[in-house]
C-alpha cells in the first residue's frame, strides 16, 4: 500500500439537526443518549480513522521491508524510497467551535492522532508521512440537500464552497513530491485551499478555492458580506496567529 485517505464520515445528519435547533451540548433530541450523540458522530470517523491508519502503516513497513530485502539481493541501484503517505481530512473545527461540541472533539482528536504518529514514526525512523488535510466548506450531495441551494455558516454553497475533487487534485499533487519534502509534512496540518494556491490549482469549475484564513471569507462569516466585496482574497490571517486562537496553551 502506498497512500491511504482517511475521510469516512456519518454525523452529517444528526450535526445538521443540532446546528438547525441551535442545541447546546447538553441538550439532547428525544431519542438521544450523550453516548449515542458521541458514537453517531465520530465512531465511524474519528474511530475507524485510527483502525484504518494502523493496519495501513503496517501494510506499508511490510512492503517497504520487502523491498529493502529485494534490493539487498539485487545488483543494481536502487532509486529512494518513497515513503507511505497516510492523509488524515480532518476540519478547522478541530482548532475553533464548529457545530457542535462533539464535532470538534472528533476533528481535534484526529489532528492530535496526526501529530503523535508522526513523532512514533520518526523515533523509529519509520518511512510513512502522515498528516491532516483542512477542506473548507465542500459541495457535497449531502451538503447541498441540506443547506438547500443557499448558505452554511454564513457561507453561500454556489460562491464559497470547494467540490470533494479539490481535495483530491491537491493530494494528488503532494504525492509526487520529493521524499525530503514528504517528510517535512509529516504530522502537520494543511489547508486545502492554500495548498491548491501555492501550486497554481483551480477547482473543476475553474475558480481559484478562498482559505477560511482569507479576511474575505472570514468578513463573509460574520455576516460583513458588502465590507468583504471590497477585501481582496489574497490577506490570510497569518499561521502564527492562528496558534493563539487553540485553547491549548
Known amino acids: ?147 438547500g441551494g443557499t448558505e452554511v455558516t454564513g457561507l453561500d454553497i454556489n460562491t464559497h464552497s470547494e467540490s470533494p475533487e479539490l481535495t483530491g487534485r491537491i493530494i494528488a499533487v503532494i504525492a509526487k513530491e520529493s521524499q525530503k519534502d514528504l517528510m517535512a509534512r509529516s504530522g502537520r496540518t494543511f489547508i486545502v485551499a492554500d495548498v491548491a494556491n501555492n501550486f497554481g490549482i483551480r477547482d473543476i469549475d475553474g475558480r481559484a478555492p478562498v482559505s477560511f484564513r482569507s479576511y474575505k471569507m472570514l468578513l463573509h462569516m460574520a455576516g460583513w458580506k458588502r465590507l468583504a466585496a471590497f477585501v481582496p482574497a489574497f490577506l490570510k490571517v497569518p499561521y502564527l496567529l492562528l496558534k493563539p486562537a487553540s485553547p491549548r496553551f
Open 1 to 147: 500500500m502506498d497512500i491511504l485517505v482517511n475521510n469516512v464520515y456519518a454525523g452529517v445528519d444528526t450535526l445538521a439537526e443540532h446546528y438547525k435547533q441551535q442545541r447546546s451540548y447538553w441538550e439532547l433530541g428525544p431519542d438521544e443518549s450523550p453516548g449515542i450523540l458521541w458514537d453517531s458522530v465520530n465512531r465511524v470517523g474519528l474511530r475507524n480513522h485510527y483502525i484504518c491508519s494502523v493496519l495501513a502503516t503496517r501494510m506499508m513497513l511490510d512492503y517497504r521491508n520487502e523491498l529493502n530485502q529485494e534490493v539487498g539481493d539485487s545488483s543494481k541501484p536502487s532509486e529512494p524510497q518513497r515513503p507511505g503517505l497516510i492523509f488524515n481530512i480532518s476540519s478547522f473545527g478541530g482548532l475553533q467551535h464548529l457545530f457542535a461540541v462533539v464535532y470538534g472533539v472528533g476533528k481535534c482528536a484526529i489532528d492530535r492522532m496526526t501529530a503523535d504518529m508522526a513523532v512514533e514514526l520518526k523515533e523509529r525512523n519509520k518511512s510513512v508521512v502522515v498528516m491532516s488535510i483542512w477542506p473548507g466548506l465542500v459541495r457535497t450531495e449531502q451538503i447541498k440537500r441540506l443547506a
